[in-house]
């Protein structure tokens, strides 16, 4: 007699009043086929072919089991197919791949639908819904490598089940594509930086010596061939500018204070306007946007009474102050010399003599605004006192007979010595320096002005 099997397991379908004396069994036959549809395991050998599952009805075939087992050495990618009928298979890929290194997928799906690829050493839960298989649940062998995740077969679809970046499949050490790791002391190993790209180098140990110098800007001083004293002459050398890049003058330049600012030697370096008598100019380096030019500027707009940026020229915006020059009664530059951060008059003829009290006063002295002027100062008076030559930036205190002073930027020293004494004092924005006597009367003070540090630049 002919049986219509059931709809997803394919189970006896007996009709009424019929078998009598052969539901025994049916039935049992019915409870093998439920019991091997939830606990029953399917052996499935793979090669490099499809595979069809065997789906003869009223039987217990591979594909009313519960558990798919795949083994067998695949040669290339293939496919289960599966009935398109609602069941849930458990997969076991225990299969593997021919030739070192390879990787080979399975698909389980239905004839017609779509289905889930599995590697070798994946374990999934799969549904199907009668048309497609979809995946449930998978634990990929990448998680379950006995050792270490160093020998998974799929190391990219690893790291991404771990939530990793692509660093993690790089090995430690210092060849191309490692990662470089620190030693015990937190050092970096040697490298080869030759290949390293977006990383400002120097491209020899003479442009390496040339960034260590870069502090010390390029040196300025009166022009040698001038008998105006209306040119300066600067450089060459190298110094780091206000935005951390590097500008460097190759050769000597020329600038003119009597003319407006120009590219280019022996012409105009002035920022705006005309020159003027007892004047402080700041001079500074400047390079262009593009940094394809490096010139000089010079502009009083860093001078009293407070600082202010100089006009800079369209186009330009690096800069860094190298130094000051000052006008004279003429509007000419006033001789001096430099020596690193030391700048000196070569004519010495700022004497003042001026009497001082017990109350401070404020004097002028010719050296730039809020620089460290060098003085030689005496103090002159018919008995004994002191004199205290301080910076406004301290606090007004009273000398005392013992040269005594806690202020950083004070100097004490007796009257009647027998020569000057050497001070450095810083100036405010006017170029003063304050001056107090122990008593009122009597004081004269002799002060000449040597010359000035300056950072040029390092502190502005």
């Known amino acids: 007699m002919s049986f219509d099997p059931s709809a997803l397991l394919r189970l006896y379908m007996v009709d009424d009043d019929t078998e009598e004396g052969n539901w025994d069994n049916l039935l049992n036959d019915n409870l093998s086929r439920i019991e091997e549809a939830g606990h029953g395991i399917a052996p499935v050998i793979l090669s490099g072919a499809d595979v069809t599952l065997d789906d003869t009805a009223f039987t217990g075939t591979e594909s009313h089991k519960a558990v798919l087992q795949l083994s067998g050495l695949m040669v290339q990618n293939c496919n289960i197919i599966v009935p398109a009928r609602q069941h849930i298979y458990h997969v076991l890929n225990d299969s593997s791949a021919a030739g070192s290194g390879n990787t080979y997928t399975v698909t389980v799906k239905t004839a017609a639908g779509t289905g889930v690829a599995l590697t070798h050493g994946d374990r999934a839960t799969l549904v199907v819904d009668g048309t497609n298989v979809r995946e449930v649940f998978r634990r990929s062998a990448m998680l379950v490598a006995s050792s270490s995740l160093s020998d998974v077969p ?25 990662v470089v790791q620190l030693d015990s002391l937190a050092r970096l190993p040697a490298v080869d930086g030759s290949q390293l790209v977006n990383v400002s180098k120097p491209a020899d ?29 600067i450089g060459p050398g190298s110094c780091v500018l206000d935005d951390g890049s590097i500008a460097t003058l190759a050769t000597k330049i020329v600038k003119r204070i009597d003319q407006n600012w120009q590219i280019g030697s022996l012409v105009g370096g002035l920022d705006a306007g005309s020159r003027a008598a007892n004047q402080w100019y700041a001079v500074f380096l400047i390079k262009s946007t593009d940094e394809t030019v490096v010139d000089v500027l010079i502009s009083a707009g860093l001078g009293l009474p407070a600082p202010v940026e100089p006009v800079m020229p369209a186009g330009w915006t690096r800069k860094r102050r190298i130094g000051w020059i000052r006008t004279d009664a003429s509007s000419n530059i006033t001789r001096f010399w430099q020596d690193g951060d030391c700048f000196r008059w070569k004519s010495v003829n700022y004497l003042k003599n001026t009497t ?9 002295v010719p050296s730039p605004p809020q620089h460290e002027a060098m003085l030689l100062a005496k103090l002159e008076r018919p008995s004994f006192g002191s004199l205290i030559v301080s910076s406004t930036i301290d606090v007004d205190v009273a000398p005392d007979n013992l040269r005594n002073t806690n202020l950083p930027n004070a100097v004490v020293f007796p009257s009647n ?14 170029s003063r320096v304050r001056l107090r006597a122990t008593v009122d009367t009597g004081n004269t003070v002799m002060l000449q002005t040597l010359g000035w540090r300056d950072a040029r630049g390092r502190d502005d």
């Open 154 to 178: 799929n190391k990219m679809e690893a790291r991404l089940n771990l939530g990793l970046g692509s660093a993690a499949e790089l090995a430690v050490g210092v060849a191309a594509s490692n």
């Open 205 to 233: 140990v003479a442009q390496l010596m040339q960034l260590f110098r870069a502090k010390s800007p390029p040196p300025i001083a009166n022009a040698v061939s001038d008998s105006q004293d209306t040119h300066i002459d």
């Open 356 to 364: 001082v009290s017990s109350t401070a006063s404020l004097l002028a």
């Open 417 to 430: 010595l027998g020569s000057p004494s050497l001070v450095y004092v810083k100036t405010d924005q006017q």
